[in-house]
């Protein structure tokens, strides 16, 4: 069995990876917070263009991939406010998995700021710089949608673990930036 090597914080789409997932090492997931830092919508992809990542959005009706700007949910430094997350067990296998997966974020370690005592490091993904501008970009442009999938599965990954757990997640993020938008997701 592969070793353990840190922890990662999610905050996001990541609370709803089951826990069975990540029996790493003896170790399981564990729901905790992060100190001085904030969860909000504002990290985003351009849905139009061709290096957009390795996915895109198409639009359910027509098919078609709209010309518009995907928000996804950051955390952002905050003195003195906390968010609510999963700290996941990670190999040095699933860490570079999960770099791979956020692309458009950077890790950092955040260790001093959690609330899970462990001696290994402990790291969360923050938004790029790119991810950030794209985000105002939309957001000037009157382009920028959270997909409506996305916000349900993360609202329904922190309802899965508790009202009170829900809760905190509500209370701790900002307020959605642009509508929800009925998408559907392409991996190419």
């Known amino acids: 069995m592969d ?17 069975a997932e990540f029996l790493v090492g003896g170790k399981v997931a564990q729901l905790g917070t992060l100190a001085n830092w904030r969860r909000g919508w504002n990290v985003a992809m351009d849905n139009a263009s061709a290096a957009s990542d390795t ?32 700290f996941l067990p990670v190999t040095a296998a699933a860490l570079a998995a999960l770099d791979a997966r956020e692309r458009n974020y950077r890790r950092v370690e955040v260790s001093a700021d959690t609330s899970l005592a462990s001696p290994l490091p402990i790291w969360t993904f923050t938004g790029l710089a790119a991810g950030l501008k794209r985000f105002r970009v939309g957001q000037a442009t009157g382009t920028l949608v959270v997909s409506s999938d996305y916000h349900e599965l993360c609202l329904a990954a922190f309802l899965s673990r508790g009202q009170m757990f829900a809760d905190t997640f509500g209370d701790s993020t900002d307020p959605l930036p642009a509508p929800l938008r009925r998408l559907i997701l392409v991996r190419t």
């Open 3 to 19: 070793e353990v090597i840190g922890w990662v914080f999610g905050y996001g789409s990541l609370v709803a990876v089951e826990e």
């Open 55 to 86: 996915k895109h959005f198409v639009d359910p009706d027509t098919g078609h991939r709209p010309a518009i700007f995907v928000a996804w949910l950051n955390v952002y430094a905050c003195p003195g406010a906390r968010v609510n997350g999963v």
